[in-house]
């Protein structure tokens, strides 16, 4: 599996693209908010999206959605329903966003789904904390961690849906995890699972509950 990343937006969301060597079909995992720049990028290196999969439902990973519809107008769009949102909008940080469910069709998924993209078998693991409807997709020895697990650190709870108590038990989960991963986030740098084991504050106190 080959994986490229883009970093998009003020916040710095990490868009992650992958697709086999040699296929044209690729899978996206959070689009950030620039979703015709992803497509240019896109049409750029001759790939062509299968789907869209999203980590959670904030605004800073889901605005692309559009940008890459009116590319590819059929195009899959996966989320757990504990983050599509109510209404058309939703306020943070003092501003009104979009919803999930305001773009249209969604499919849903949930704990321990299995689904193929680009011919690459990814499952889904529930991480609630961030905020509820927060997964975390594993492909092969590769984590898609979202916002749950960073590098260093995890993903804030203060925001409406967070739990801190939740996000701890979603950390002791990753950190029971056999074997090491690569850990990719939804902010910032990469990581691997052993490496957070050892020196992430917030895994090890999650470890110790």
Known sequence: MEISVLRLGQIGTNCYIFHQKNSHKCGIVDPGDQGEQVAQWLKDKGLEPEAVLLTHGHFD?????????????????????????????????????????????????????????????????????????????????????????????????????????????????????????EVLPGHEGQSTLERERKSNYCLRAAMGR
């Not at 989320?79 to 069709?105: I, M, N, Y």
């Not at 529930?126 to 650190?153: I, N, Q």
């Open 61 to 181: 990973h889901i605005l692309g959605i559009p940008g890459l519809r009116k590319a590819w107008p059929e195009l899959p769009v996966y989320c757990h329903p504990a983050d599509w949102g109510k209404g058309e909008t939703t306020g943070l940080f003092g501003q009104r966003f979009p919803t999930v469910s305001s773009f249209g069709s969604i499919t849903p998924y949930k704990e321990g789904d299995k689904i193929t993209v680009a011919g690459i078998d990814l499952e889904v693991l529930e991480t609630p904390g961030h905020t509820p409807g927060s997964v975390v997709l594993r492909a092969g020895d590769v984590l898609f961690t979202g916002d749950t697990l960073f590098a260093g650190s995890m993903g804030r709870t203060d925001l409406p849906g967070g739990d801190e108590g939740q996000i701890m038990k979603s950390l002791k989960r990753l950190a029971q995890l056999e074997g090491d991963y």
